[in-house]
Nanobody, 122 residues
Framework: QVQLVESGGGLAQPGGSLRLSCAAS????????MTWARQAPGKGLEWVSS????????YYTDSVKGRFTISRDNVKNTLYLQMNNLKPEDTALYYC???????????????WGQGTQVTVSS
């Protein structure tokens, strides 16, 4: 069975950094694109970033460009999101999700992790 387990969330001050990890199992990780999405309190789900299966093609939502970096380790079967210069509006539950194919921009996600909470506050 497919499992996606996020970790690394927590409390950070504005301007601080956090590194999220997503440990994947139950599928051939290197064959699928992966996505990070988030849901802020009282808000809908927002796509944050996607990375193609080989890690070469990467995409971000405008609000995190220059601050967040998505990456993957296809040997360790792990997806990462490095978040720098955090802002209060980054506060959300962050989800790791698997795309249905080798390529993807978060439109066809078939498995999701449980989420990890990120809170940015002074």
């Amino acid at each position: 069975q497919v499992q996606l387990v996020e970790s690394g969330g927590g409390l950070a001050q504005p301007g601080g950094s956090l590194r999220l990890s997503c440990a994947a199992s139950g599928f051939t990780f290197s064959s699928f694109a992966m996505t990070w999405a988030r849901q802020a309190p009282g808000k809908g789900l927002e796509w944050v970033s996607s990375i193609y299966s080989d890690g070469r093609d990467i995409y971000y939502t405008d609000s995190v460009k220059g601050r967040f970096t998505i990456s993957r380790d296809n040997v360790k079967n792990t997806l990462y999101l490095q978040m720098n210069n955090l802002k209060p509006e980054d506060t959300a539950l962050y989800y790791c999700a698997k795309d249905k194919g080798v390529y993807g921009l978060g439109y066809e996600l078939d498995y999701w992790g449980q989420g990890t909470q990120v809170t940015v506050s002074s």
